[in-house]
Nanobody
């Protein structure tokens, strides 16, 4: 059974930082591209960042470029999202997802497996 478990969310003031982690089990982690998405209250789930199987390529939504960094440790079956210079508009539930394609996608439909999410709240 595949599981993706996110952690690291919480309440932080604007300008602060958080590091999200997502630990995967039940799949061969290194063969999946990984993505982070987020969903704010009353809004659709949107792409945040993705990383290829081997960490060779990373991609970001324009709204987080330069502030967020995605990385992975295949030995630990873990993908990370380092979030700096947080803004109130970053408040959302953050989800990690696994895509069997090499480079992942901005399209949530491309991802086969999803975690249950972790709440990030940025206060002003």
């Amino acid at each position: 059974q595949v599981q993706l478990v996110e952690s690291g969310g919480g309440l932080v003031q604007a300008g602060g930082s958080l590091r999200l982690s997502c630990v995967a089990s039940g799949l061969t982690f290194s063969t999946y591209a990984m993505g982070w998405f987020r969903q704010a209250p009353g809004k659709e789930r949107v792409f945040v960042a993705r990383i290829s199987r081997s960490s060779g390529r990373t991609y970001y939504a324009d709204s987080v470029k330069g502030r967020f960094t995605i990385s992975r440790d295949n030995a630990k079956n873990t993908v990370y999202l380092q979030m700096n210079s947080l803004k109130t508009e970053d408040t959302a539930i953050y989800y990690c997802a696994a895509d069997a394609n090499a480079y992942g996608s901005r399209d949530a439909l491309a991802y086969e497996y999803w975690g249950h999410g972790t709440q990030v709240t940025v206060s002003s």
